[in-house]
């Protein structure tokens, strides 16, 4: 039935919190500041789970250990909405908790993809993602996605509760009125953590093979992770030291700064099949936040062609290269950095606002047609 109010209070399940800067914390901080107060959907609470992985409830920096149980006796949301897949197993119980709540999950797909579990020991993988897919399915109301292509893999796997599509989360005011001060040299810049299907090998050959042809630039790397110090080691082997700069973790405004004054944003992130225990998965780009960002800033992007990429990448605004040899895709690339293409204005297609004004007309109406558990 409707939650009977006005009112659809909310509560939130957030996997991990400012001030870290990935995906997920970035949705966090912006839903928060959004729904904080709102009048039609007001957040009453923030579930987290502390360094000791205890579940608790935030309240700014604090963090309030709490049974999962004991929810119910405090919170009363018409919302129950989940930015990750943290709490998979404890998803029929809290169904149940909360009989009378639209339970919503957001998703990139590549965590529902991979399946990992906490307590239940099932070696084989296929077996993992069954459970996955099973749970989602007798617990989520709605599934909210970020592509076609995500929504596609986890059809495949057979996830069938109902899905919406949003694509968006960027922090536009950051890209606005950012001073772009002419530069001697052509700056590329890429935002992106140092891991496998981020591709940053790729990245560095393809900016020897531009440099081994006289161009004089710049490229800007932002990001840490497991492969950081190979992409050192790289750029020393290559010679490149005096051209790669490695900038470290930034945050969010300072990511954005960059990107709206880089002549291009590239990143060649690939389709990365990961082995897992008991079998292996595709961990692909969902959409990509930074692609997102230089889209909105107007920067001309280039990516590879693989995930989701095609969807939103456009001839007008980007261009879209096959994956795997770095010659010719500095072939496409050369041209961009020796006449860099007109630099676009600044939009709010991708905005948070648009993401999460999509979110309040998608409970409105499930609540209105009472299409909950």
């Not at 169904?95 to 339970?103: A, G, I, Q, T, W």
């Not at 630039?217 to 492969?227: H, Q, Y």
């Amino acid at each position: 039935m409707p939650f009977p109010s006005d009112e659809i209070p909310v509560l939130l399940f957030a996997d991990r919190l400012p001030p870290l800067v990935g995906g997920m914390e970035m949705h966090a901080r912006y839903f928060i500041e959004h729904f904080a107060g709102h009048p039609r959907c007001p957040l009453v609470g923030v579930v987290t789970r502390d360094a000791q992985g205890r579940d608790c409830v935030a309240d700014g920096a604090r963090r309030e250990p709490i049974e999962l149980a004991a929810l119910p006796t405090r919170f009363h949301p018409g919302v129950v909405f989940f930015n990750s897949g943290r709490w998979i197993e404890d998803l029929p119980r809290l169904r149940e908790s909360f009989p009378r709540s639209l339970f919503v999950y957001r998703t990139g797909g590549n965590e529902i993809l991979k399946a990992p579990l906490e307590r239940a020991r099932l070696a084989d993988h296929p077996a993992r993602q069954a459970l996955w897919a099973g749970t989602l399915n007798r617990a989520i109301d709605l599934l909210i996605t970020n592509s076609a292509f995500t929504e596609q893999r986890l059809r495949a796997l057979g996830v069938e509760c109902s899905f919406a599509r949003c694509v968006g989360g960027v922090n536009v005011e950051a890209l606005r009125d950012v001073g772009r001060e002419p530069r001697p040299s052509a700056t590329v810049f890429c935002a992106a953590r140092f891991v496998p299907y981020k591709n940053h090998a790729l990245l560095i050959d393809v900016v020897r093979a531009l440099v081994s042809r006289g161009l004089d630039l710049r490229v800007r790397l932002a990001g840490d992770g497991p492969l950081l110090e190979d992409a050192r080691g790289r750029v020393r082997r290559l010679g490149l030291e005096h051209v790669v700069d490695f900038l470290g973790v930034l945050d969010n405004e300072a990511t954005c700064r960059e990107i709206a004054r880089a002549d291009l944003y590239m990143q060649l992130s690939s389709d990365q099949p990961t082995e897992v225990p008991g079998g292996s998965y595709l961990h692909s780009e969902g959409m990509g936040r930074s692609i997102l960002e230089a889209l909105s800033a107007g920067t001309f992007v280039v990516a590879g062609r693989s995930g989701a990429l095609p969807e939103i990448i456009t001839r007008e605004h980007g261009l879209l290269v096959e994956l795997g040899d770095a010659a010719s895709i500095a072939d496409q690339v050369e041209p961009l950095l020796r006449s860099p293409p007109a630099r676009r204005d600044v939009t709010n297609q991708y905005a948070w606002s648009h993401v999460f004004e999509r979110y309040e007309l998608l409970w409105e109406e499930l609540h209105a047609t009472a299409r909950c558990h």
